[in-house]
Structure formats: structure tokens, C-alpha cells
């Protein structure tokens, strides 16, 4: 009997564990999901806003170019602070001396773009010299081949930036769609920048970022504000779109996949119900100390005195271990604590659940029982008492003598009388006796 009780006080601490998870993953996740959703937005934002500031600081690269200092510099390859130039003219060629700007202009973009600056470069309009930082073996052939004419009609038509020192509050700048560099099958992005003079294309700057720069950006959100925002729009159950500024058709899509949200929360969930699950064991246990006593289990008398105090009807048992006093003398208090708490362990199995046990103190307990006749309270002492009596306590033959009241429209007081006196009687019959009087 024992044995099953404690199984379904197991499987009752279980099943309240995983109430408790399930309600804790439902509103985390519903929670996290809706923060989530809510940073999507400040997401695309913070892309806008990254993009602008690079288009931003290309831009200034346009004084620079426009006052930089000239050099006649015959056909051939040059290298000045790591930044290569390319010369093709079959006789000197005016150039423009762009290699500290250029290191600058790197500098201030990979403060915006951390190792996401794949190259800087700037051609004249006429191709006859370009700048690189760095000098790749792909972009010197390629550099090579160009005609006269192939920057304005490669990029600059292509991208409709031959008059864009038109523009006011427009764009005069572009963002190609992301692709796949020849010779170094780099994905990347191109920001193309046309410097113009009097109304003429001087120059083309074109800065080279990884694609993999809005994944940067999307991981340094997400780990700033611990969310799960991603960039795979194919495994997510809510997106939203952005259309990168200065681009066309540059459109991006973030999202949030519920597998995510899933990961994330079921920890905490798991965490939270065994908190609660040990607070609650914590404040039982805290409750028990306060309302049991820890020798018997019984109620202590502090806590249920004043329960007693507010009835009216009675059934009470008042128990008295019969010359517990020359145990202890004989045998030592040890032995006396053993026998009070088998006694009360005995007593505890033959009472209902509704019933209370009450220690009042040393020996003398209280059983306050409820819907109970004279009869069976007279029935119910007659039971404890043999049971006492039946076999030895701690190996010493135990005796009690009990003494009972049954008594409506009174008070406790009254009652406790009663009773007290009644156990008197079953004292000098001679103990191991149970006396139930009517009050």
C-alpha cells in the first residue's frame, strides 16, 4: 500500500514538472517569437543603415580624387602602399596619385564592413590606368583587355550612372545584385561610384564587398540582441523583405524559422519547471517543518491549537503514554524519543486521512476526528490502544491509556476538560485503558 502511494506521489511530481514545462515553453516561445518578430524590422534597419554609411564614405572618395595631385608615368605596373597601378598607354599618361586615398578610403570602410572589403578600385574613363587594392592576378588580365571604351559602356551605361551628377536627393551611386567574380569565384556585391567633372565622367570608383556581409550584419544583431533573425528565407515560417538602397532589384529577405525558437526556449522551459518544482517542494517542506512536528509527524500543537479553539463540535481521543517518565529514567531519553515516534507511527496507520494528530506535548498526543459517534470514537480508542499494547515498542512492552470526549455547541476548552478528566479515569483503572465521556 505503501509502495503504490509512493509511486503516485512520484509519477504526481512528474506530471507536474512537464504542466509546469509545457506552460513555461508556450509563453517563452510565443514571448521570443513576438521579440523576434518585433526586431525583424530594426534588423533591416541596421542593413539600411550599415549600406548607407559605405555609400556614404565612397562618396567622399570624390574630393579627394577631385584635388588629388598629378603624375606623368610611362606603360607598366607600379605598386605604392600596397595599392597596385595599372598603366596600358603606349606613352606617358597623366595620372591621378590615388594610393594614400585609397588606403584611406579601405581604412573607413572596414571600420563599417569588418573583413568584408573584398577590392577597392578606381578606373579612369578612358581605361588608359587603374588603381587595385589588392593587385590580383585576375583583375591584371582582365585590366589588359579592356578597350577604351569599357567602363563607360560595361558599367557606367549599364548601370545608368553617366548622369547621375544630376542627382539631388537621388541616388548617385548603385549596388549591383550579388555574383560570382571570374577567375577568383568570390561572391560578392559591386558599389559603383562615377566621379564627374563639368558634367563629365572623370572616374570610376568600384568597391568589391563579400555577399556574405548581410550575414555579418544578421549575426552581429542577432548575438547584440540575443534573437535568432536569419538569412534563409526557404526554412522560415515568417520573413520580411528589404530592397537594399541605391539597387534596383537588391531586395533581401530575413526570417524566423520556429525550429529556432524551439531550440532556445525549451532549455529555459525545462529550467523554469524545475525551479518551480523545487520551490514548491522548498515551501512544502518549509510549510511541514512549521505544521508537523519531526518526531512524529504530528501536527504541532502551535500550529493547530487555534484550528481547535474555532470549533464547536468534538470527537477528541486524548493518548498518555502510560509511565513514560520511568522510561526515560530507566532506559534514557533516546530510548523514550523511540518509543513516542513508533508509537505515533502505529497510531497515524489506523486513522483517516481527515483526521489530525496532534502532538501536545511530550507524551501526550491528540487525535481530533470528524463525523464520528460516541460509539466509534469509544471503538476508534479501544483500536489504538491494542494496537499499542500488541507487540513491544522499541523492544519494551508499551502501554496507553486513553481518555475521550464527544461534545456539540462548545468550546475547545470545554472539550479539552472533558476529555483530560476522562483520561484521569483510565489512569486509575489501572492504565492500558480507554474511558470516552460526553460533554
Not at 517563452?28 to 556614404?56: K, M, P, Q, W
Not at 589588359?144 to 558599367?155: A, N, S
Not at 541616388?171 to 563639368?198: A, M, V
Not at 478528566?421 to 460526553?438: E, I
Request: proline share 3%.
Amino acid at each position: 500500500m505503501n509502495l503504490m502511494f509512493a509511486k503516485k506521489i512520484k509519477i504526481t511530481h512528474i506530471l507536474l514538472i512537464l504542466k509546469v514545462g509545457m506552460l513555461a515553453f508556450f509563453f517563452l516561445s510565443i514571448g521570443y517569437l513576438s521579440y523576434n518578430i518585433l526586431h525583424t524590422d530594426r534588423l533591416l534597419t541596421a542593413v539600411e543603415s550599415r549600406f548607407n554609411a559605405l555609400y556614404s564614405s565612397v562618396r567622399r572618395f570624390g574630393s579627394y580624387y577631385n584635388n588629388a595631385d598629378h603624375t606623368v608615368l610611362p606603360t607598366g605596373e607600379y605598386n605604392h602602399k600596397d595599392v597596385g597601378l595599372l598603366i596600358k598607354a603606349n606613352d606617358g599618361t597623366d595620372v591621378k596619385c590615388l594610393s594614400c586615398g585609397i588606403k584611406k578610403l579601405r581604412t573607413q570602410l572596414e571600420t563599417i564592413a569588418p573583413d568584408n572589403i573584398w577590392t577597392i578600385a578606381v578606373f579612369d574613363n578612358q581605361s588608359a590606368y587603374g588603381y587595385f587594392d589588392p593587385m590580383r592576378p585576375e583583375y591584371r588580365a582582365a585590366f589588359k583587355r579592356y578597350r577604351k571604351e569599357d567602363v563607360m559602356e560595361r558599367i557606367v551605361k549599364a548601370e545608368g550612372l553617366d548622369e547621375t551628377y544630376r542627382e539631388f536627393y537621388g541616388c548617385n551611386i548603385r549596388l549591383s545584385e550579388p555574383y560570382e567574380e571570374s577567375g577568383t569565384d568570390k561572391r560578392i556585391r559591386s558599389i559603383f561610384y562615377p566621379i564627374h567633372l563639368q558634367k563629365k565622367l572623370d572616374a570610376l570608383v568600384v568597391v568589391d564587398i563579400k555577399d556574405s556581409f548581410i550575414n555579418t550584419i544578421i549575426d552581429q544583431y542577432n548575438a547584440q540582441t540575443g534573437s535568432v533573425i536569419n538569412h534563409d528565407p526557404a526554412h522560415s515560417q515568417y520573413s520580411r523583405k528589404l530592397t537594399l538602397p541605391c539597387s534596383d532589384k537588391g531586395t533581401i529577405e530575413v526570417g524566423i524559422a520556429y525550429s529556432d525558437i524551439v531550440k532556445m526556449t525549451w532549455f529555459p522551459s525545462v529550467l523554469i519547471a524545475l525551479l518551480y518544482y523545487g520551490g514548491v517542494m522548498l515551501f512544502r517542506r518549509n510549510s511541514h517543518s512549521l505544521q508537523k512536528d519531526k518526531m512524529t509527524n504530528f501536527y504541532r500543537r502551535d500550529y493547530y491549537e487555534p484550528r481547535l479553539k474555532k470549533q464547536t463540535d468534538f470527537s477528541l481521543l486524548i493518548i498518555d503514554i502510560d509511565h513514560f517518565k520511568s522510561i526515560n529514567d530507566t532506559h534514557g531519553h533516546k530510548k523514550g524519543d523511540d518509543i513516542i515516534a513508533k508509537c505515533a507511527k502505529r497510531i497515524l496507520g489506523l486513522i483517516r486521512q481527515d483526521d489530525a494528530a496532534i502532538r501536545w506535548g511530550g507524551d501526550e498526543f491528540i487525535l481530533s476526528f470528524t463525523n464520528m459517534s460516541p460509539n466509534k470514537l469509544a471503538d476508534k480508542g479501544e483500536m489504538i490502544r491494542a494496537a499499542i499494547a500488541a507487540e513491544p515498542i522499541a523492544g519494551l512492552p508499551v502501554t496507553i491509556s486513553v481518555g475521550g470526549v464527544y461534545a456539540q455547541d462548545t468550546q475547545f476548552a470545554q472539550a479539552y476538560k472533558t476529555a483530560d478528566a476522562a483520561l484521569y479515569v483510565s489512569k486509575r483503572k489501572g492504565r492500558n485503558a480507554v474511558t470516552v465521556a460526553q460533554g
